[in-house]
């Protein structure tokens, strides 16, 4: 079986251009195949306060109204993506970028609104891992923006690290899967304050544990259960690791590896 490779690169690694550059120099080292799925950063709170539209932000996530959808759009999928794309083709990867709506790749629904309503942010229903899968046979390296749409026909703003475990998921039908976080950290720590705190491999048991004792929390909390539903469904191997270490942590066990307790 073909292997693959699916990877997620944090928005805080996208807003430093010498920290990017790094990353895609390390990502196009990657061998075999693989598709890059990235973040936004704060490009798009930019670029909205040029504009004049306000940025509402609720534990951690976007409000998406209308005019807040249409600045994501055109900075995730248009200016962010394209650069990467453009980086990428000078590194001899021959990068497509793309959203969920391109080639139908990423189906998703509106959130139901709860307790708060998030505005134009899309919960993942279906991808169409053959239509991946056929880029990637014809030597394409598929880049993410993290836009999905729906069946009426809407763009949706949609979590980069859903986005990453759920293409992940769905293409373990085609190849042996490894799903890799990439961000501004060395791996999960066991003190938030230590960044040499790495812990080497994390199973559900002691990601509880961390979690109840309050080590692990915010935003990292979302990024792990993500990884560990994707181990749950076939993924072969999860990492989370820093930008700069992504080959190293494919080949030499650098940043945190997850597995299933046994």
């Not at 539903?229 to 820093?242: D, F, M, P, R, T």
Request: with cysteine; charged share 20%; proline share 3%.
């Amino acid at each position: 079986m073909n292997t693959l490779t699916v990877i997620k690169i944090g928005g805080n690694v996208i807003d430093d251009p010498a920290a990017l550059k790094r990353f895609l120099t390390a990502f196009a080292s990657v061998s075999g195949m693989k598709v890059l799925i990235h973040g936004g950063g704060k490009i798009a709170t930019q670029v909205a306060d040029k504009l004049g539209i306000q940025t509402t932000m609720v534990e951690g996530r976007r409000i998406t109204d209308q005019p807040m959808l249409d600045v994501v759009t055109m900075v995730y999928g248009g200016l962010v993506n394209k650069q990467i794309v453009a980086k990428l083709q000078a590194l001899d990867i021959n990068a497509i970028g793309l959203t969920g709506a391109d080639g139908g790749t990423v189906l998703a629904k509106k959130r139901p609104v709860k307790d708060i309503d998030y505005g134009m942010v899309g919960d993942i229903e279906e991808v169409n891992s053959g239509q991946i899968q056929f880029f990637l046979r014809q030597n394409l390296t598929p880049v993410f923006a993290p836009i999905t749409y729906s069946q009426t026909g809407d763009l949706l703003n949609t979590n980069a690290d859903t986005m990453a475990s759920a293409i992940a998921v769905d293409m373990v039908g085609h190849n042996a899967v490894t799903l890799v976080y990439c961000f501004e950290k060395k791996g999960v720590l066991a003190d938030p304050t230590d960044d040499h705190s790495v812990i080497g491999e994390l199973t559900p048991s002691l990601y509880a544990e961390h979690k109840a004792a309050g080590s692990i929390n915010k935003g990292m909390i979302p990024k792990l259960d993500n990884a560990f539903k994707a181990l749950g469904n076939g993924v072969s191997k999860v990492i989370i690791c820093h930008a700069d270490e992504v080959a190293a942590a494919l080949q030499q066990g650098a940043g945190t590896t997850l597995r299933l307790d046994d």
